[in-house]
C-alpha cells in the first residue's frame, strides 16, 4: 500500500467494552508506533515495535491496553473495558529501516474512538 | 521526562506577513521534526533536523534547529492562505522513534 492503514477509522463503543484497533504500516518498514490524540492536543506516545518486539511500551497509561505485532507487520491496539477518558484519534506510524532511532515516522489516518 | 513546549500555541496571521514559531525542549537531543496537521487529517511530515545548526528550507517555511538553546524554529515567509494549519514540533526523547510532541501551533492565515 502507498501509505499506513488503520481501520476502523470510527469506532463508537459503550463504557466497559472490549476494542481493537488495527494498523498496517508500509511495505517494507520495521518499526511501528502507536500515539493517541486527544482534541487540541499533540500525539502521546503509547508504545513502539521494531520488528515483533515491543522496544518500548512505557507510554501505555494502564493494564487495560495492549498492543500486537505477531508477525512484524499489522499491529493491533487492544483496550480493553474501555472508559469516557479513552476517547481520543488513535494514530499509527512507521518508520523504514536503517532509521531505527529517531527516523522520520509516516502517520495514518488515525482511528476515532469515541466511548459513551 | 522530556518535556517540548511550543509558542504562541494560536496564531493569526495576515497573507503576506512573516512569523516564527518557536519550540523549546528541555533534555539534550539532536533530532527534531517539525509536522503538519490539517483538520482532521493526519500528520504530514514537513522537516527533519538532525544537527545542531541544521537549517531545512522548503517554499515558505524554513526550520533550524539549535541543539545547545535547545531550541528550534520553524519561520513562515509572505503566509498564504493554504499555510492554515497545525503545526507540532516533535523531539526525539530516547533514540528508538519515541518523539514526544509540543502542544502544536494553531495558524490562521487570514486575507
Known amino acids: 500500500g502507498a501509505g499506513v492503514s488503520q481501520t476502523p477509522s470510527n469506532k463508537v463503543t459503550e463504557k466497559g467494552k472490549y476494542v481493537e484497533l488495527r494498523c498496517d504500516p508500509i511495505?517494507?518498514?520495521?518499526?511501528l508506533y502507536w500515539y493517541r490524540q486527544s482534541l487540541g492536543q499533540g500525539p502521546e506516545f503509547l508504545i513502539y515495535f521494531q520488528g515483533t518486539g515491543a522496544a518500548d511500551d512505557s507510554g501505555l497509561p494502564n493494564d487495560r491496553f495492549f498492543a500486537v505485532r505477531p508477525e512484524g507487520s499489522v499491529s493491533t491496539l487492544k483496550i480493553q473495558r474501555t472508559e469516557r477518558g479513552d476517547s481520543a484519534v488513535y494514530l499509527c506510524?512507521?518508520?523504514?529501516?536503517?532509521?531505527?532511532?529517531?527516523?522520520?515516522?509516516?502517520f495514518g489516518e488515525g482511528s476515532r474512538l469515541t466511548v459513551l | 521526562e522530556l518535556k517540548v513546549e511550543q509558542n504562541p500555541l494560536f496564531l493569526s496571521m495576515q497573507e503576506g506577513k512573516n512569523y516564527t514559531i518557536y519550540c523549546n525542549y528541555s533534555t539534550t537531543s539532536d533530532r527534531l521534526y517539525w509536522y503538519r496537521q490539517d483538520p482532521g487529517k493526519s500528520l504530514e511530515s514537513l522537516f527533519v533536523l538532525l544537527s545542531n545548526g541544521a537549517v531545512k528550507q522548503e517554499g515558505r517555511l524554513m526550520a533550524s534547529l539549535d541543539t545547545k538553546a535547545r531550541l528550534s524554529t520553524l519561520h513562515i515567509t509572505a503566509a498564504v492562505h493554504d499555510l492554515s494549519a497545525t503545526y507540532f514540533c516533535a523531539v526525539d526523547g530516547s533514540q528508538g522513534g519515541k518523539l514526544i510532541f509540543g502542544q502544536g501551533t494553531e495558524l490562521s492565515v487570514k486575507p
Open positions: 511495505s517494507g518498514h520495521t518499526a
Open positions: 506510524a512507521s518508520s523504514p529501516p536503517g532509521t531505527p532511532f529517531g527516523g522520520e515516522l509516516f
